[in-house]
């Protein structure tokens, strides 16, 4: 279902979607006393996803490394950025 299918269903206009975003717009959640933040919630807790090409080759060895080590290849890739990120301060 597409939004104009689901509009229609639920009889929404353009306008009534304005209306009801308005709120959220300036900051405000009418349904919550919690406070609202924009953005990725990966911003929130210090985290930034990117994204990165790499040669399969090496993706299998990092692969390789993780099931060895039993974490995730996102853990490898993490810790080589890190020694990475300290040798090159040294420098």
Known sequence: MDMR??????GLTDEDLDRM?????????????????SGSHLDRV????VTVVY???DVQAVSAV??????KPSVVYRDALK???AGAAGA
Do not use: I, N, Q, T
């Not at 299918?5 to 639920?10: G, N, P, R, S, V």
């Not at 975003?21 to 933040?37: F, L, N, Q």
């Open 83 to 85: 020694a990475y990120l």
């Open 66 to 71: 993780a099931r060895k080590r039993g974490v």
């Open 5 to 10: 299918d689901f509009m229609e269903k639920h």
């Open 55 to 57: 040669d399969a080759v």
């Open 21 to 37: 975003a308005e709120p959220y717009e300036r900051g405000e959640c009418p349904h919550s006393d919690a406070p609202m933040y």
């Open 46 to 49: 210090g985290k930034k996803r």
